[in-house]
């Protein structure tokens, strides 16, 4: 059996664990006064807030139970906030105001002057906005334009279609892809002026980077960067996270660049590496964004999503990496859409995580938090009548937070058909701040949405889905075999066929498309975002000038990189120094020759 | 009857979108339609030469991730370039291209370009209306490629106008005595066209001259549409060196097309230094080389999953074959299916070559082992027999 199998064993395990809990609270007369107890304690320590409008409410919400069977089945079951199995959330508060100033507004209703309220840390902004265009200086300046009013700076970077291939700009035919959709990095340089003005080295910086073929690369490039600007010393200190999800890129996304099995080899060597020397560093973003993109149903997402996690936590374990190194460094990525599983798909993924990764692979607390990143669905937004987008993305939204994400992106209404304006970055940051900040939903209280009746019946029917799909994937030999079967392929594309179909016969409403349209099907009049043809060709003549500063030493490199990579030996050091004097393209061309080249699956 | 319409459609470079396409292909080859499908993450270059060897009537491209316009405009001005300007250029992008993109790229020499909301329907009556009619009469080519591209077409319209074309006399020949030509045969699913992908991959390595041709064949559908897409996962043979023609089989059984037998006489003296035939994949009776007298080799590509041992004696190919490989030899099964294999060809008593390979793993020395014997061996004696006769 695989790990997988076996995860699927530990889940059904728990569950009856929990059931057997409730019947010994309810018969075992001492437990259950125990966990009464227990209850009383936990309700007693809950501090009150108090909203603007004076309105008294508890911190914490619980249920309001006091029979020793459904305590049992809640605080085994559920777990509270940053408790264990998670699934309220990874943290005991989030989203809420700092205690400091609810006290102080306890105690005399209003705030009083600056001098009382003592100066506390402010906790992280959860807001997370994607943004990649143009060159390195043009994402620089967008990232400054981005953070300008937040207290932490955290910076998600979109890569063009060259730079994810992981070929330079000056190969043939990508001039005009150069900058599109992301931004355009093919050296050290490059990397240096992308985050130009930010202190890489301090907590209150973090960048993630959405890239996975070529992902040792750019990490490579990343930490030369860093270390051209701050010195050596800055390694261990550096936060961020780089996407590196193979697995989906094959079930989902087709931006894989070497054959699966090296792609996973280069991904190791990086994360052995980053998890050893950079303990800040998320060295892989378990991603089932572009599977729920690209068609999946939302249970699917969340079963690959957790498989796909659980295949990398067994080969890094295989490595020898420990558990309790790797695990805290793992994150997730999920989508998030309208259809009803999402109202509690990334809490009963949190669930199902923590107890894989302490049953069945011995991982402690902090190895068994599955730490989410959300964001708003794109495939739910239209271009027809594009301002409802605002209205679909408040309420994935809305879900997003219920399920307690750590951090959320939330998409731009004229994303159908452009790379994202100022304007409706604006809004769509706006939007989260209206909710997290402006409305009382999510900063008085904790819980103040889980457990409804409802929730509860999704949960159990997604727990259950999930759990089949799990078994399905093992009967397949796991993961890795179902991948190159192409099982998960076939499956999304099958459920994005049935997507589509369901659009086309009304069975799926979408607003102003197939109910409620006023007949335009016209893309509207909006300012589009186009890399202009001098700036492609800036990024060319500073990538020609570079290799050519560079000829007669990148090739030494390169032959150094190609024997490490036959040896067989961790090959990330030996990226480290290509990248000082190598480009992307020359790279990963280089690696290919090696390995291979990745072979589509059609 | 008219030839069916053959277009070619492809996902630009860095460009992983490939749902939309892959729905519209099956709607076009449900619609009579061939489709040679080169897949996503294409180069302009790829897109061109696959055009020019395919001799399709238009280029369909899918673009979803920028530079369209720039992207749509290098593949026309190539195909102008190349003299090659009676194959057109078609597509679209969903929202990504806006009505001025579409203007500027019209103007660039583009077709047609589909905006989100076309109708299936739509994209299929606009290739039969605007590609269904016979062609114009060419000037002549501009490469040898180009002309030998024109000779295949011709022989394939004759037969599906159903006047059985003479042998082509005549015509220029610059056939090599030294070319090869080696068939590949087996069942569907076994990896025939990934090994040939790696065998042509050794070729080029070899020497930096020798040029290699591929005459690969799909099953047409019911409505007489094919998708031709051999081409999607042959990363190593889009190359200048290789000439690759996508075919159709058009109705005919046996895992080949009427038209094959004049179009590999055609490839086998035009210069190559190989020819590679691939059949579709083939039930057990098949022997789709059989009185062929242009094939130097035959080449089964076994998987090793065929079910009881049984079976094996009813797979004729096996008395043929010269080379029988067992791909996918990393599978529990293969060691199984080698021995079994081995005492079949046995009983044969003639030196037919077993060989184990992992096609998809990169330098496989299985494969290795199998180039050497296609690469250097003789012509071969089931050939000099076939050709006595």
Redesign the interface.
């Known amino acids: 059996m695989s790990k997988l199998g076996q995860v699927v064993e530990s889940v059904e395990k728990y569950n009856q664990f929990v059931v057997d809990q409730v019947k010994r609270a309810r018969t075992d007369e001492k437990f259950g006064r125990d966990l009464l107890g227990r209850w009383n304690d936990i309700k007693a320590k809950i501090p009150t807030t108090r909203a603007p409008t004076g309105l008294s409410l508890p911190r914490l919400a619980l249920p309001e139970i006091d029979e020793p069977g459904e305590i049992a089945r809640f605080l085994f079951g559920e777990g509270l906030p940053g408790e264990f199995p998670y699934l309220n959330g990874a943290y005991r508060e989030m989203y809420l105001e700092p205690i400091r100033e609810v006290e102080s507004l306890e105690k005399n209703g209003h705030a009083k002057d600056g001098k009382s309220a003592k100066k506390i840390a402010p906790a992280e902004e959860p807001t997370r906005l994607f943004s990649g265009l143009m060159l390195a200086e043009d994402t620089n300046e967008r990232f400054h334009f981005l953070t300008a009013h937040q207290r932490t700076h955290r910076l998600s970077t979109a890569f ?3 730079t ?2 992981g ?1 330079d700009s000056d ?8 900058g ?2 992301g931004v355009a990095i093919d050296t050290v340089e490059d990397m240096v002026r992308l985050y130009d003005g930010f202190d890489l080295g301090s907590s209150n910086f973090s960048a993630s980077m959405t890239i996975s073929g070529p992902a040792p690369i750019i990490m490579a490039m990343y930490i030369a960067a860093a270390k051209r600007r701050f010195g050596p010393s800055v390694v261990p200190k550096l936060r961020g996270t780089i996407q590196a999800d193979i697995f989906k890129e094959v079930q989902a ?3 894989t660049i070497f ?1 699966i099995e ?1 792609s996973l080899r280069f991904l190791t060597d990086m994360v052995e590496f980053t998890t050893r020397e950079m303990p800040r560093w998320y060295p892989i973003s378990i991603s089932g964004y572009h599977i729920g993109e ?2 999946s149903t939302p249970v699917q997402q969340a079963a690959y999503t957790l498989s796909n996690g659980f295949a990398y936590a067994e080969m890094f374990a295989a490595r020898g990496i420990p558990v309790d190194q790797f695990g805290p460094r793992l994150s997730f990525f999920l989508d998030c859409g309208l259809d009803v599983e999402y109202i509690a798909l990334a809490r009963v993924s949190r669930r199902i995580w923590a107890i894989g990764m302490r049953d069945v692979f011995a991982a402690g607390p902090k190895a068994q938090l599955y730490k989410l990143h959300t964001q708003t669905s794109g495939r739910s937004l239209i ?2 009548e594009f301002k409802n987008n605002l209205t679909r993305t408040a309420a994935e939204l809305m879900l997003a937070y219920m399920n307690a994400t750590n951090s959320c992106h939330s998409n731009s209404a004229d994303e ?4 994202p304006s100022e304007e409706w970055i604006r809004l769509a940051a706006h939007g989260q701040a209206i909710l997290l900040e402006e409305s009382g939903i999510f900063k008085h209280t904790m819980n103040m949405l889980s457990g409804s009746p409802g929730m509860k019946a999704v949960e159990r029917a997604v727990e259950a889905a999930i759990l089949d799909e799990f078994r399905e994937i093992e009967r397949l030999g796991g993961v890795l075999a179902a991948v190159e079967e192409r099982y998960q392929r076939s499956q999304i ?1 099958n459920a ?2 049935k997507y ?1 179909q369901q659009i086309y016969d009304g069975t799926r409403s979408i607003i102003a498309l197939n109910k409620y349209r006023n007949g335009s ?3 509207p009049e909006v300012k ?1 975002a ?1 890399t202009p043809r001098k700036k492609q060709q800036l990024q060319v003549d500073r990538l020609a000038k570079f290799k050519k500063k560079n000829a007669e030493k990148s090739k030494r490199a390169l032959d150094k990189l190609a024997a490490v990579v036959e040896s067989g030996k961790n090959c990330f050091p030996a990226l480290l120094d290509a990248v000082e004097l190598c480009s992307l393209g020359q790279i990963t061309g280089r690696l290919q020759e090696v ?8 | 009857m008219a030839a069916p319409i053959r277009i070619l459609t492809a996902v630009p470079i860095c460009d992983g979108h490939d749902s939309a396409i892959n729905t519209i292909n099956l709607e076009f080859i449900r619609h009579g339609i061939e489709v040679v499908y080169l897949g996503y993450h294409r180069p302009v270059g790829d897109i061109v030469r696959a055009a020019i060897q395919e001799d399709v009537r238009a280029i369909g491209i899918s673009s979803y991730n920028g530079g369209h316009i720039e992207f749509f405009a290098e593949v026309v001005d190539l195909l102008r370039k190349k003299g090659a300007d009676d194959i057109k250029v078609f597509g679209g992008g969903g929202g990504t291209i806006t009505h001025d993109d579409a203007k500027m790229m019209r103007r660039k020499g583009v077709d047609e370009i589909f905006f989100a909301g076309t109708s299936l329907e739509g994209m299929v009556k606009f290739v039969h209306q605007r590609y269904g009619k016979p062609r114009a009469k060419r000037p002549k080519a501009k490469s040898a490629d180009q002309e030998l591209a024109h000779q295949l077409t011709e022989v394939e319209d004759s037969y599906a106008a159903e006047k059985k074309r003479s042998p082509l006399n005549g015509q220029r020949s610059t056939s090599k005595s030294e070319v090869r030509v080696i068939g590949f045969t087996g069942p569907g699913g076994a990896g025939k066209t990934t090994l040939i992908d790696e065998l042509v991959l050794r070729f080029l390595n070899k020497d930096r001259q020798s040029r290699v041709a591929i005459l690969s064949h799909d099953p047409s559908v019911i409505g007489e549409g094919a998708l031709l897409g051999d081409r999607a996962t042959m990363i190593n043979s889009q190359n200048d060196r290789v000439f690759m023609r996508s075919m159709a089989t058009r109705g005919q059984a046996g895992g080949l097309s009427p038209a094959t037998h004049d179009c590999l006489a055609l490839l086998a003296r035009s210069g190559f230094d190989y020819v590679i035939i691939e059949t579709v994949g083939t039930g057990q009776e098949a022997m789709p080389f059989q009185n062929n007298g242009i094939v130097d080799q035959t080449v089964l590509v076994m998987n090793p999953d065929y079910g009881s041992r049984l079976q094996l004696q009813k797979i004729v190919m096996l008395d043929l074959a010269d080379i029988v490989v067992v791909n996918k030899s990393d599978l529990q099964r293969a060691k199984t299916a080698h021995t079994e294999i081995e005492q079949r060809l046995e009983q044969n008593r003639r030196s037919q070559r077993l060989v184990d390979t992992v096609a998809k793993r990169h330098r496989d020395p299985g494969v290795d082992r199998l180039f050497d014997l296609i690469s250097t061996s003789g012509k071969s004696k089931v050939a000099k027999e076939r050709r006595k006769k």
């Open positions: 063009d279609g060259p994810l291939y070929i190969a043939d035919g990508v001039f005009g892809k150069i599109e959709g996304q087709n931006e054959p090296p690209a068609g271009a027809a159908p058909f452009t790379t594309q994005a066929h589509e099907d016209d893309v589009l186009r390995v291979g080249r990745f072979r589509p699956m059609v």
